[in-house]
């Protein structure tokens, strides 16, 4: 079974924080270029620092 869209908007990128995939897309599009400032912005990757990998990859799928 394919995940739908939302589904995938909706996953948790941080469990730490609750940070979504979403919230990281919609920081992106407001400027957010680097994960100091997606940090900086929800705490993702300031805890354990699990989500770092997940948070860069989609910021290079927005080409960041």
């Known amino acids: ?3 739908s869209d939302s589904d995938i908007n909706d996953e948790v990128i941080c469990s730490c924080t609750g940070t979504t995939r979403s ?3 919609q ?14 912005a929800t705490g993702a ?12 990859d989609i910021l290079k799928e927005y080409g960041l």
């Open 27 to 40: 920081l992106i599009k407001k400027g957010a270029k680097d994960l100091d400032k997606i940090a900086s």
């Open 1 to 3: 079974m394919n995940k």
């Open 45 to 56: 990757s300031t805890g354990c620092g699990s989500c770092d990998v997940g948070v860069l």
């Open 23 to 25: 919230k990281v897309i």
